[in-house]
Nanobody
Framework: QKQLVESGGGSVQSGGSLRLSCAGS????????FGWFRQLPGKEREGIAA???????DYIDSAKGRFTIARDNDKNTVYLQMNDLEPDDTAMYYC???????????????????????GGQGTHVNVSS
């Protein structure tokens, strides 16, 4: 069956880096667009980065310059490189996939998660000060 599995979360100190991975299986990875979401305690799940099939990307303002989303179609994996992490980045991070939502900026709109085809179970990131 179609599946997304995130990994790479953990605990780091402020200013540190992590690289999250999202491995896809059971579907034609290359035709999908992908996004990374996060959910802070007590808040809605928000899109923070997205990438289309051609490598076009977009980010929320707080991620620009610190986070980089990338995809490797040969490995069926999407990555989120996170640098200069801050305590406010502490959250559960999820990846998602969709064949039809082609514009990366539309992944960053509110209340998108429930409209996407596939979503993973998440990986936790904790940033201490």
């Amino acid at each position: 069956q179609k599946q997304l599995v995130e990994s790479g979360g953990g605990s780091v100190q402020s200013g540190g880096s992590l690289r999250l991975s999202c491995a896809g299986s059971g579907f034609d990875f290359s035709v999908f667009c992908f996004g990374w979401f996060r959910q802070l305690p007590g808040k809605e799940r928000e899109g923070i980065a997205a990438i289309d099939g051609d490598g076009l990307t977009d980010y929320i303002d707080s991620a620009k310059g610190r986070f980089t989303i990338a995809r490797d179609n040969d490995k069926n994996t999407v990555y989120l490189q996170m640098n200069d992490l801050e305590p406010d980045d502490t959250a559960m991070y999820y990846c998602a996939a969709d064949r039809y939502r082609r514009l990366p900026r539309t992944w960053l709109l509110p209340n998108i998660w429930g409209k996407l085809e596939l979503g993973g179970q998440g990986t936790h990131v904790n940033v201490s000060s």
